[in-house]
């Protein structure tokens, strides 16, 4: 066979496992198939499965014949020709190979990964195991993979070989030592619907860290601890019946409300609500490390060249925001998202007329600011957790008690997992990973609470300076203020960073003031940021306009006077919020809020 032995061969490769897979799947190979033969292209459909999927035909439930195959004698491959209905009713033969003997290949070089991979496996963790699979394939046989829930485009011809993708990107001078992915435009969400590779090994580098990662104790714990939870959310009897209603009942209606509208948030936070989690840490941790170091993932022009050049040969998704299930690998996604939408609409229209007094709402933070724009709302959908008991768990002091202990703040402080996840956090940062949101919200909702220590008519000698109105800037806000430097920050107790001048000016009564006044009383505070609520951090952030980056940050406030251990919780919510303008931010330490 000439398989692998042809170079010149342009593999697109499929993973499914664990289930019969869906009609749409078995088309979307098999139309893959006629395209590439109708093309007359040298290029080839391979679907990996694992051994237990073939000897239980639970894949397609088609007989497999087998064959053998030997990689240059370093793995051999088993192989089995399947037949595979296209949307002309056309059989279609198809390469279906055994996984299994790939990751017992890996397994002596990342015994860690391996071991996570499998237990993923055995957890039914499948949308977490296929973001693993695609790249050890790739790292192996470079080529196209993608998800089996993409349509490839019938009305073009197919790409001749791989020599030809490749001068596609070599063409626009992008390095053939990469891999590329799905890149929608100046959000900058990065996807693996779709992974190009073009030589062996682009991925070894990252395999090596996570396996590093993983040798941490409090990584690898983790792991095994929410592949249990994953599998236990799987068991739910509300995800059973979510998967198999099509959110028919009565109980399910805000569900299929929300889907219905395409309400990403509303539905996400519904399912978070109900202990149904959509993203996990650890698990996901290795899709973050490739989309952290991914090269072009800045770039407007790259989203365009790959929507443009590969969209000519797959149905790449629109939508940015994607409503997930909890079944398949490679198929996490909500299939033809629209067309699910129109039919519960009218199950949702006749809903509403029986139910028409009920109203289904998501909770909302209740500390927003009433001027805030939706280019600083950067942490929309954070759970603020505002109750009396969380105030008193993280340390909440009352206002204006300027010489009250902060033995609560203290308390909060030494919460262990607390410090686990800002241990874990900073991690990652060191490492250059991506934070996982799920963390980020945990690390919000557990952070001690600092009070302002002044009221509004305390705050100046001057009352009219306390009616000053600060300033909120964004981040295209600070680089056209090429004469500052120091901004102001707080951080609410919903996440949401709130940027201002350390210098601002302001006028009253028509003349210009200054932020400081000549007896040091400020006009614009760090309290007046936040309408004088509590934070979880602020101080002060340096922004280099040269390199158009935030290079220090401190824990300089007067007014609310946090200690350093907020200071790492600011370091850690700005490199999530801001990832491109904090890639060298440290932290300088304010030593009379030690305390």
Not at 321 to 334: D, Q, T, V
Not at 387 to 392: F, L, M, S
Not at 478 to 499: A, D, M, P, T, W
């Amino acid at each position: 066979m000439s398989l692998f032995i042809d170079q010149n061969r342009l593999l697109i490769h499929y993973f499914w496992t664990g289930s019969l897979a869906p009609i749409t799947v078995r088309r979307n190979i098999a139309n893959m198939k006629n395209i590439i033969t109708l093309s007359n292209s040298n290029s080839e459909v391979c679907l990996w499965v694992r051994k237990e999927d073939v000897s239980n035909n639970t894949i397609f439930r088609k007989k497999f014949f087998l064959e053998c195959f030997v990689e240059n004698q370093t793995i051999k491959l088993e192989y089995y020709n399947l037949a595979a209905m296209d949307d002309q009713g056309k059989y279609q033969n198809i390469k279906v190979i055994i996984i299994d003997v790939l990751i017992d290949y890996y397994e002596t070089k990342f015994p860690k990964i391996i071991c996570v991979l499998k237990k993923m496996l055995k957890y039914k963790a499948y949308p977490f195991a296929s973001d693993l699979v695609r790249c050890l394939i790739l790292n192996f046989f470079p080529g196209i993979y993608s998800d089996c829930d993409i349509e490839p485009i019938k009305n073009n011809l197919f790409l001749k070989d791989f020599k030809s993708l490749k001068d596609i990107f070599a063409l626009e001078n992008y390095s053939l030592k990469i891999y590329y992915m799905v890149l929608f435009g100046e959000r900058g969400l990065l996807e693996n619907q779709i992974i190009i590779s073009f030589e062996k090994s682009c991925f070894e580098i990252y395999f090596a860290v996570y396996e590093m990662l993983l040798n941490e104790e409090i990584y690898f714990d983790k792991t095994l601890e929410e592949l249990v939870d994953y599998n236990n959310n799987l068991n739910k009897q509300i995800v059973k019946d979510l998967n198999n209603s099509m959110f028919n009942s009565d109980e399910h209606f805000p569900y299929m409300k929300y889907y219905s509208q395409s309400k990403f948030y509303q539905y996400k936070k519904l399912n978070e609500k109900s202990g149904i989690s959509f993203s996990y840490a650890v698990l996901d941790l290795f899709f973050n490390i490739i989309c952290e170091k991914f090269e072009y993932k800045d770039s407007i022009n790259y989203a365009t060249f790959f929507n443009l050049k590969i969209g000519k040969y797959f149905k790449l998704p629109i939508q940015d925001s994607l409503i997930y299930s909890w079944k398949n690998p490679g198929y996490s996604r909500l299939n033809k998202l629209q067309d699910a939408v129109n039919l519960v609409t009218k199950k949702v229209l006749l809903k509403k007329q029986k139910q028409r007094s009920r109203v289904f709402s998501v909770p909302v933070s209740t500390s927003y600011l009433p001027m805030q724009t939706e280019e600083r709302r950067v942490t929309a959908g954070y759970l603020p957790m505002q109750t009396e008991e969380r105030r008193i768990t993280a340390g909440y002091l009352p206002m204006n008690q300027n010489s009250a202990p902060q033995t609560l703040q203290n308390q909060a402080t030494q919460n262990p997992f607390l410090q686990s996840l800002i241990k874990k956090a900073l991690q990652q940062i060191n490492f250059g990973c991506i934070i996982n949101k799920q963390d980020i919200n945990k690390i919000v909702q557990l952070s001690p609470i600092w009070s302002p220590l002044l009221l509004p008519l305390q705050e100046s000698k001057d009352g009219l300076f306390n009616f000053s109105q600060p300033i909120m800037l964004s981040i295209s806000k600070i680089k056209q203020y090429k004469n500052y430097h120091v901004f102001r920050y707080v951080i609410n107790e919903s996440g949401e960073i709130i940027l201002g001048f350390d210098n601002e000016i302001v006028k009253i009564n028509g003349e210009k003031y200054q932020n400081l006044t000549t007896d040091g009383y400020a006009i614009a505070s760090h309290a007046s940021l936040n309408n004088y609520q509590p934070v979880i951090a602020a101080g002060q952030v340096y922004y280099d306009h040269n390199i158009n980056k935030f290079t220090k940050i401190n824990n300089n406030s007067g007014h609310y006077r946090p200690n350093s251990f907020s200071l790492d919780i600011a370091k850690i919510l700005f490199k999530f919020h801001f990832p491109n303008y904090t890639n060298s931010l440290k932290t300088v330490v304010y030593n009379q809020h030690l305390v």
